[in-house]
């Protein structure tokens, strides 16, 4: 396991033990993204729940700040992904990133570790921010590690999902046909639509 692992592991039990989202690893936040539209076809009208629940911002934050991050080191396509300078430069950013996680965190004032999911011990602004900043320094990370085809680039199937379909060179040359691509997409697609599916219709659910 190298360094960049090992601050995957730490980063998740931080985020998983605060709010029960693993920030490295986003099949599970693109799941919660489908839950508050699957909560909307449960029950009579006048009677569901509209509400958009902690948990489901918080998945959604660090989905969102994953997936900006690994756009953004597209960058590096500009700069020769496997050179020196960008290496420095993607390890720095990801330390920033890192460092501006734990500051929001402290700065919040809130504890680390929750009882359940309903009740996350981080609920303020600036534990969003560190979630956040967190999720974009794996976000980073995932996307260096694919460019130099390292075993250590990420760990969860849609996480490489994601990673791949930012990286790709033509992402928004539509008038090309790339098999792997609309696969990627599609598979992104069916989960969420899977996971909207499965919480619309349990109707046993708690």
């Not at 592991?9 to 099949?27: E, G, Y």
């Not at 948990?55 to 700069?79: E, H, N, P, V, Y």
């Not at 960008?86 to 929750?114: E, H, N, P, V």
């Not at 999902?161 to 792997?180: G, H």
Request: proline share 3%; hydrophobic share 45%; glycine share 8%.
């Amino acid at each position: 396991m190298d360094t960049s692992t090992r601050r995957l592991s730490r980063s998740d039990s931080v985020s998983s033990t605060a709010v029960f989202v693993w920030c490295a690893l986003q099949t599970s936040n693109s799941v919660q993204f489908a839950l508050p539209l699957a909560r909307l076809s449960e029950g009579p009208p006048g009677h569901r729940d509209t509400s958009f629940h902690i948990a489901d911002k918080q998945a959604l934050t660090s989905l969102l700040a994953f997936i900006a991050s690994a756009f953004q080191s597209r960058i590096g396509d500009r700069m020769e992904p496997k050179s020196h300078a960008w290496f420095f430069l993607g390890a720095f950013l990801q330390a920033l990133f890192t460092m501006a996680a734990a500051r929001a965190a402290w700065k919040g004032g809130q504890g680390s570790i929750a009882d359940n999911r309903g009740d996350p011990a981080w609920s303020s602004a600036l534990t969003f921010v560190a979630l956040g900043f967190m999720s974009a320094s794996m976000g980073l990370r995932g996307i260096m590690g694919k460019r130099v085809h390292t075993q250590f680039a990420t760990t969860i199937v849609l996480t490489i999902a994601w990673c791949e379909l930012m990286a790709y060179p033509k992402l928004f040359s539509l008038n090309y046909r790339v098999i792997s691509r609309t696969h990627k997409v599609l598979g992104i697609l069916a989960l969420f639509v899977g996971g909207f599916a499965g919480m619309a219709s349990d109707k046993r659910r708690v």
